[in-house]
T-cell receptor, first 113, second 115 residues
Framework: AQSVTQLGSHVSVSEGALVLLRCNYS??????LFWYVQYPNQGLQLLLK??????LVKGINGFEAEFKKSETSFHLTKPSAHMSDAAEYFC???????????FGAGTILRVKS | GAGVSQSPSNKVTEKGKDVELRCDPI?????LYWYRQSLGQGLEFLIY????????KSGLPSDRFSAERTGGSVSTLTIQRTQQEDSAVYLC?????????????FGPGTRLTVL
């Protein structure tokens, strides 16, 4: 069965510092991978997705992620954190023969001034 | 255009009562999904609709849970004889075509509290 592991339930960075949120997946077939962000008391918003085109995917708000098949990883990065980036981030995977998303446990990002 | 809407935004009920949660997808979206977000279990898939049919109900946790979709639009998730473990945020999402690479657009959720 496919699964997603997000390392670190909480990550804290200083404003202006690099953001790195880790995601590893397990799948026997090429997956589709997604990063979503959830602000307090709101629904999920798509940041970016990998659908087997370019391995480096650029998303909204300056985020990007790189698909590395050899490492089964899809880590999310942003060069310079902003206070408004504080939120919970979810990595998710779906397979060709399924339509549902399987989510990781989420990582809460805290940005310190 | 309007996004996915859900109602009510909050629902408090007593154990044993039935509840109905509503989802209005983005106009023209053929696929609709229900997920549940709880502290202990994270984000879990419940059910997927393509049009009015539900080809994947594998995430419904028990037969107390049911869902329907009418007119290829609005969906209702019904929980009968609610239990305290049903307390969670219920999220609805829709996609244009139901393909696995399609972006799922999420509503704000319904927070259900079972006393």
């Amino acid at each position: 069965a496919q699964s997603v592991t997000q390392l670190g339930s909480h990550v804290s960075v200083s404003e202006g510092a690099l953001v790195l949120l880790r995601c590893n997946y397990s799948s026997s077939v090429p997956p589709y991978l997604f990063w979503y962000v959830q602000y307090p008391n709101q629904g999920l918003q798509l940041l970016l997705k990998y659908t087997s085109a370019a391995t480096l995917v650029k998303g909204i708000n300056g985020f990007e992620a790189e698909f590395k098949k050899s490492e089964t990883s899809f880590h999310l990065t942003k060069p310079s954190a902003h206070m408004s980036d504080a939120a919970e981030y979810f990595c998710a995977v779906s397979l060709e023969y399924g339509n549902k998303l399987v989510f990781g446990a989420g990582t809460i990002l805290r940005v310190k001034s | 255009g309007a996004g996915v809407s859900q109602s009510p935004s909050n629902k408090v009920t007593e154990k044993g009562k039935d509840v109905e949660l509503r989802c209005d997808p983005i106009s023209g979206h053929t696929a609709l999904y229900w997920y549940r977000q709880s502290l202990g279990q994270g984000l879990e898939f419940l059910i997927y609709f393509q049009g009015n049919s539900a080809p994947d109900k594998s995430g419904l946790p028990s037969d107390r849970f049911s869902a329907e979709r009418t007119g290829g639009s609005v969906s209702t998730l019904t929980i009968q004889r609610t239990q305290q473990e049903d307390s969670a945020v219920y999220l609805c999402a829709s996609t244009l075509g139901g393909r696995v690479a399609d972006t799922q657009y999420f509503g704000p959720g319904t927070r259900l509290t079972v006393l």
